[in-house]
């Protein structure tokens, strides 16, 4: 039976239930755009590394805002909310209060990312029944440890060393400033104006968002709102639970690995399974905890990832809500990478997370194939340039992170130069922003021809950066999958792989991948991101697609012969009878 | 004696209004817009409204027909010329993905493709110093090159030009030597703010456009002057603001959104005259709806715009009214979802096949039909009685597309019940759109009065200020007309600015008191060459924030930098916002300088557009008709015609008034009052139980 009649038969009008998620669902959109106005650091501003949403009394995800990163759709909200109601209880949670946590041990994701939460309780009472919770999770640009940034440590080996922990302490207690708390945040903080700024844009827009919940629940009822909320989550499993009647039950594996912090390769095994309406995800074959800062909990981390790969393959068009998981279960031992114990650094939480998405989407590959992508380059990139400002001695520090190609698909050649896949829409930091603030200048920013691994639809190109820098500051590098290519499907080659260079002044040059290193005037700094997988075999591309890319520039002379069969002739011109004769020779093979 | 006549070319119809000024008179007409030429619709609207060219003074021009040109990608083979190690800016783009899960979702291609992409030797620091010189010899031989690729336009866009704009300067003026017949525009003529992306975007966009405007202005000035037309031709900017032909020409791109704009012209007219502090301005057509703030008289522009839309477009940095917009019109189809969602737009049924009353072959269910179901419009009246309408037609869609889908049955309760839902869910979409401009920008929407025009805008005010908690709707005289009324109004504007970094030390206001004079004699030189104004009224606005903040607020000044008085505005704009401001731990800094200089033309009085009905005697409903509401089901209620209605003259709800192209639905507790321009102002009732 759809929902439609189910709701019919329940006495509730489906239509006011249409009209009513529609309302609730632009909510954190809304909000999202708020903070986004006014916050203060780029992070937020620029970077949208946050997240809005609306969660329920048991801290099941309702509504979240478009522009969050995927990263959070783990559930960053959620989690947050039920480590509230486990250390307070949900009844000493009244209107007014304003709860902040990043714990490692639940969250499991940086220290930096901070969720704010508040409850909502019907007529803004003490004693109003508990609606759900507003939350916003924010990116904050400090909360101390042994790196600026915090979270850009590359050599921290315990979480102690990352920064504070805020373990769901009040903000707001009944509506009031709990002052000792924003005074013991801003001194715990490298840039405490910026991030008290970005603290009260997080605050004011998560009570405003509380309060157009009131108003909905005001305005309609509170038996229509709770309702809504049902069938929101109930259409979200149906969606996911029709795609996975597709899947031919069975198990489905791939494997890939992680360039790891120095002491050799990570593995990545991951099964999928398709059993009884459910799909599993098993994560015990990933490597062990790392020594260095590239692990996550298990929230964000092993369930992270997971959800964030079933979010692409079942409904990737409808908005984010805990019905899109009811379906998947997540399977993993602690101690692994994305499971990583309490005490562990994970001040790169995020960064393997991109590349154990794309060996999940590997192996629903194989049992959806109308579904399979290849693999995207695969890193977040980060690469921060900080140091002090040569006129006037402030610390300044520039995060900034890749864009690459991504995989081809059986449709279509693999997207231009985007972001990873957990992150959304977060928009690369103008070149003459960067040049107007920082000691240094981009001599070149430019498609990587050659980079997009060929196939019938070839993938997307990554990008190559070249820095002068004009005055001594630092790099910090967290650079994954420097080793592991992108890899094609069903026939197609292969991404080129990101890398960093270090060009001395004095004519040296370092490869690198991961670490510190100091910069000095004259020096170059090369950033290189890698290409997507192509799909299907290269010779099977159109001869015509291949002259265009060759025409752009997107594919050289030589790789179009090489890869896919083209031959031309000494004037440039398509040499149409070696390239048939080439093409049947690649076929046979 | 003289005219004056506006002519806006939309996707359906090309509307003209003229004014008379020695008769004070407005006339109207709409004809369909011709797509072989499109003159051929201005001539005909003009020729309906018996405008005299002879004697006219002015003719002020709207045009989708640059919007058109970029998503249609019907513009020119253009090129652009880059900073060397910077061809792909335009194609990597800022590398962000809006929808954030979606593996298929892919960004429109750049307008100019790789291989037409060009670099030369030159480069800037951030401050303007020349790090490299232009390597002209590399310019002159880039323009052989281009000629042999046959491009009709060619767009330059340098790195940090924003600072410094003589490398851009000196290429155009090579180019130009070389290649006569060659549109050739840079960034930096088009906007000198940063950001290299949306630069070169915009003077890649300009160039796209460039030949085809210029082909078009050509053959409307030929055309006109054949006609005897001795006046002048300006062109309607997004940024509300006449352009001459000839500055239209240069930069085509500010045409962008030259269509919704005069609507909102209109819309501030209004409130001046009428004294409204903060207004929504609403515009309902067949296909979509728009929203634009109209603050103490004045609505606000914004700096960049997405052709296209922000997931798949791409921006310009060219001032176009800051407008929202979502696919909720008249037109509007109705549709179950897959997950057996019911849906509203953004698909349209347009002109043709139309909605299903429209008898066109058209069998989904339009918010049209839903009106037309519930008694909200009349089957008769629809365009003056021009297009009956089938009210059985509207009924069969909505109950076999939707209602017996849905498990709601056959049966008239299920049609009626569907019918408000389609209309709900239409005002849903609607007050989202309002409050995407109000409460994600920081206003509290309650404060607002919502001015309703457009075809729809008048059936649908009253309950969208309901669900929003608006209490004042104000329907305009001509609400169906607004746009080319509007148009009628505008003045010439022009825009400058520049951007920069600025605090508000001695050295700083120092800095900024430099650009202001740099920007005052080039924007007054500009009215003067366009407008023949030698002192048009300047705006003075600073982009201002607090240091460490990316996004800076418009800040509205005297056009004197001074320290106070700049950070007590910057303040007051804070606080306004944001609803507080940050202390003095927090320094403001100024980041970017505008200037609009507006000359103000002859046009139209407001009261000649006020009906004068016959007061002798005391006006009478034309009918009675049925009107489905929820709650209360039907009841019959007194429609009115709008041009009997004297100022002064007071509805209370339900009833309906129409009028030729539209029709206004007051909904019971709501009393409408008609004002002494005509307008009439409807106290909404709180929100009723449902």
């Known amino acids: 039976m759809n929902e439609a009649f189910a709701l019919l038969e329940a006495e509730i009008d489906p239509i006011d239930i249409e009209i009513l998620r529609h309302e609730i669902l632009s909510i954190p959109n809304q909000i999202e755009r708020n903070i986004e106005r006014s916050a203060f650091s780029p992070l937020v501003q620029e970077y949208k590394d946050y997240s809005v949403g609306l969660v329920d009394p048991e801290g099941a995800l309702i509504a979240q805002s478009r522009g969050s990163l995927p990263i959070f759709v783990a559930n960053a909200l959620g989690t947050g909310v039920r480590e509230a109601i486990s250390v307070h209880g949900a009844d000493n949670l009244m209107h007014g209060d304003a709860i902040v946590t990043n714990s490692a041990a639940t969250l499991g994701q940086h220290l930096n990312n901070v969720a704010l939460l508040t409850p909502v309780r019907e007529g803004g009472s003490d004693n109003g029944p508990l609606l759900g919770f507003f939350a916003v999770l924010v990116h904050w640009i400090d909360v101390g440890g042994s790196a600026p940034g915090s979270s850009t440590g590359t050599d921290t080996t315990d979480v102690w060393q990352e920064g504070l922990q805020l373990p769901c302490v009040r903000l707001l207690s009944g509506g009031r400033r709990v002052e000792d708390i924003f005074r013991l945040c801003a001194t715990n903080s490298r840039f405490p104006k910026l991030l008290l700024g970005d603290l009260e844009a997080q605050l004011a827009g998560c009570l405003l968002g509380r309060d157009m919940v009131l108003q909905i629940a005001h305005r309609r009822s509170v038996a229509l709102l709770r309702a809504t909320f049902e069938s929101m989550r109930r259409q979200a499993r149906a969606a996911a639970s029709a795609v996975i009647a597709d899947i031919p039950e069975g198990e489905y594996s791939a494997e890939s690995f992680l360039d790891g912090d120095g002491g050799g390769a990570i593995p990545i095994r991951v099964a999928v399974r398709s059993t009884a309406g459910r799909l599993i995800v098993d994560l015990e074959g990933l490597g062990p905890q790392m020594t260095g800062p590239s692990n996550a909990g298990r929230n964000g981390g092993a369930i992270a990832a997971a959800r964030i790969a079933a979010k692409y393959i079942l409904t990737p068009q409808e908005p984010v809500n805990q019905g899109d998981f009811d379906l998947l279960d997540v399977e993993a031992p602690d101690g692994t990478f994305l499971t990583a114990r309490p005490d562990a650094p994970i001040g790169g939480s995020g960064n393997t997370i991109p590349t154990v998405v794309d060996t999940i989407l590997r192996a629903i590959g194989d049992a959806l194939p109308a579904h399979a992508v290849a693999a995207h380059h695969g890193t977040y990139g980060v690469h921060t340039i900080f140091g002090r400002l040569p006129e006037t001695g402030e610390l300044f520090t520039n995060l900034d992170t890749v864009t690459g190609g991504w995989g081809a698909t059986a449709q279509d050649d693999g997207a231009f130069p985007l972001r990873s896949n957990a992150h959304g829409d977060v928009p690369d930091i103008p070149v003459e922003m960067q040049e107007a603030l920082y000691p240094f200048r981009l001599i070149k920013k430019a498609l990587r021809p050659d980079s997009g691994g060929p196939g019938r639809r070839r993938g997307g190109l990554g990008v190559e950066k070249e820095y002068r820098i004009l005055f001594p500051c630092k790099v910090s590098l967290k650079f994954e999958r420097g080793q592991c290519p992108p890899w094609g499907m069903a026939g197609g080659g292969a991404g080129a792989t990101c890398f960093v260079e270090i060009m001395r002044a004095s004519g040296t040059t370092v490869r690198t991948w991961k670490g510190i290193y100091a910069l000095e005037a004259g020096d170059r700094l090369r950033v290189v991101s890698g290409g997507g997988g192509g799909y299907g075999p290269p010779h099977e591309r159109e001869i015509e697609r291949v002259l265009r890319d060759v025409e752009a520039g997107y594919v050289g002379r030589e790789r179009a012969t090489e890869d896919y069969g083209v031959v031309f002739k000494p004037d440039g011109t398509l040499h149409e009878a070696a390239t048939q004769a080439r093409r049947a020779i690649i076929c046979r093979k | ?690």
């Not at chain 2, 089938?390 to 309760?413: C, E, K």
């Open chain 2, 1 to 690: 004696m003289p005219h004056f006549i506006a002519a806006d070319t939309g996707g359906t119809f090309t509307d003209v209004a003229v004014y008379d000024s020695s008769k004070r008179l407005l006339t109207f007409a709409k004809s369909l817009t011709t797509y072989g030429d499109l003159v051929d619709g201005v001539v005909a609207g003009i020729e309906e409204a018996r405008g005299d060219l002879k004697s006219t003074a002015a003719l002020k021009h709207g045009t989708t027909h640059v919007i058109n040109a970029f998503l249609q990608r019907k513009g020119a083979r253009a090129a652009l010329v880059c900073t060397r190690g910077f061809r792909d800016v335009i194609e990597i783009a800022r590398g962000n993905r809006p929808v954030p899960f979606d593996i298929a979702e892919r960004r429109d291609p750049p307008l100019v493709p790789r291989a037409l992409r060009f670099e030369v030797t030159e480069r800037l620091g951030a401050d303007g110093s020349v790090v490299e010189a232009l390597d002209e010899a590399e310019v002159i031989s880039l323009a052989s090159t281009l000629k042999a690729a046959g491009v009709t336009a060619t767009a330059v866009s340098f790195l940090n030009a924003y600072t410094n704009p003589a490398h851009e300067d000196r290429t155009v003026e090579i180019l130009r030597k070389c290649l006569p017949d060659v549109f050739i525009t840079s960034g930096t003529a088009l906007t000198r703010e940063w950001f290299e992306y949306e630069r070169s975007a915009t003077a890649a966009a300009n160039a796209y456009v460039g030949p085809a405007i210029a082909a078009y202005t050509a053959g409307f000035t030929k055309r006109f002057r054949e006609k005897g037309f001795a006046g002048t031709l300006a062109m309607m900017g997004s940024n509300g603001g006449l352009m001459p032909f000839e500055a239209a020409v240069d930069r085509p791109v500010a045409l962008v959104e030259s269509g919704p704009i005069g609507g909102v012209i209109a819309a501030a007219e209004y409130s001046r005259a009428l004294g409204l502090d903060k207004v929504i301005a609403f515009d309902m057509g067949g296909t979509t709806a728009k929203c634009a703030l109209v603050e103490s008289g004045s609505f606000a522009v914004q700096p960049t715009y997405w052709v296209g839309g922000y997931v798949r477009g791409f921006p310009i940095r060219s001032p176009v009214l800051d407008i929202v917009e979502v696919g909720a019109g008249g037109g509007s189809i109705a549709w179950i979802d897959p997950q057996m969602r019911l849906r509203v737009g953004p698909r349209s049924a347009g002109s043709e096949p139309g909605p299903a009353c429209f008898g066109r072959d058209g069998t989904e269910p339009t918010v049209t039909d839903a009106n037309l179901r519930l008694g909200r419009i009349g089957g008769g009246s629809f365009l003056g009685g021009r297009l009956s309408l089938n009210t059985q037609a509207a009924n069969a869609a909505i109950r076999d597309r939707i209602a017996a889908p849905l498990g709601y049955g056959s049966d008239d309760a299920a049609t009626t019940r569907v019918a408000h839902g389609i209309l709900d869910l239409a005002n849903t979409l609607m007050a989202s759109a309002v409050k995407e401009i109000t409460v994600a920008r920081g206003h509290d929407v309650r404060e607002f009065t919502l001015l309703v025009f457009g075809g729809g805008g008048p059936i649908f005010g009253a309950e969208l200020a309901r669900s929003l908690g608006i209490r004042r709707v104000v329907v305009p005289p001509e609400p169906g007309n607004f746009s080319a009324l509007g148009m009628l109004m505008a003045n010439a504007r022009t825009d400058v600015a520049q951007s920069l970094l600025a605090d508000l030390s001695e050295h700083g206001i120092e800095t900024l008191s430099s650009v202001r004079d740099k920007l005052r004699i080039e924007v007054v030189t500009a009215a003067e060459r366009e407008f023949l104004n030698k002192s048009p009224s300047l705006q003075w606005q600073a982009d201002m924030r607090y240091r460490g903040q990316r996004h800076a607020i418009p800040v509205k000044f005297g056009g004197d930098p001074d320290a106070d008085v700049l950070v007590r505005a910057f303040e007051t704009a804070y606080a306004k916002r944001f609803g507080r401001t940050l202390g003095e731990d927090f320094t403001p800094e100024v980041v970017g300088l505008r200037v609009a200089a507006e000359s103000v033309g002859e046009r139209p009085d407001l009261l000649a557009l006020a009906p004068s009905p016959d007061t002798s005697r005391s006006p009478a409903p034309i009918n009675h008709r049925p009107l489905h509401l929820r709650p209360g089901g039907w009841v019959e209620a007194a429609v009115w015609k709008r041009e009997m209605l004297p100022a002064g003259f007071v509805i209370t709800g339900p009833a309906i008034v129409e009028e030729y192209g539209s029709t206004t639905l007051i909904g019971p507790g709501d009393v409408a009052t008609v004002g002494r321009l005509g307008e009439m102002s409807i106290a909404v009732s709180s929100e009723r139980a449902e």
